[in-house]
């Protein structure tokens, strides 16, 4: 499954980045992102767990 982050919605807490630094960063605009190669990262239960606890429901899960 894809996961993305939505940056109309997303406000830069970095705890994805935190949480699951293997594919989320915090990019130098302020925003979190999904590191390149790792769109196809949303099974990953870190990444489940990521989504779940962001402050803001910014990361997107779909198939
Ligand atoms: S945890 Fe959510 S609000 Fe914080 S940087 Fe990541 S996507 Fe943005």
Not at 29 to 58: F, H, I, K, M, N
């Amino acid at each position: 499954m894809k996961v993305s982050v939505d940056r109309d919605v997303c406000y830069g807490s970095g705890d994805c980045a935190h949480r699951v630094p293997s594919v989320f960063a915090l990019a130098d605009s302020g925003y979190g992102t999904v590191l390149p190669g790792q769109e196809d990262s949303g099974d990953d239960p870190q990444v489940r767990e990521a989504a779940d606890w962001c402050p803001s429901q910014a990361i997107v899960i779909d198939g």
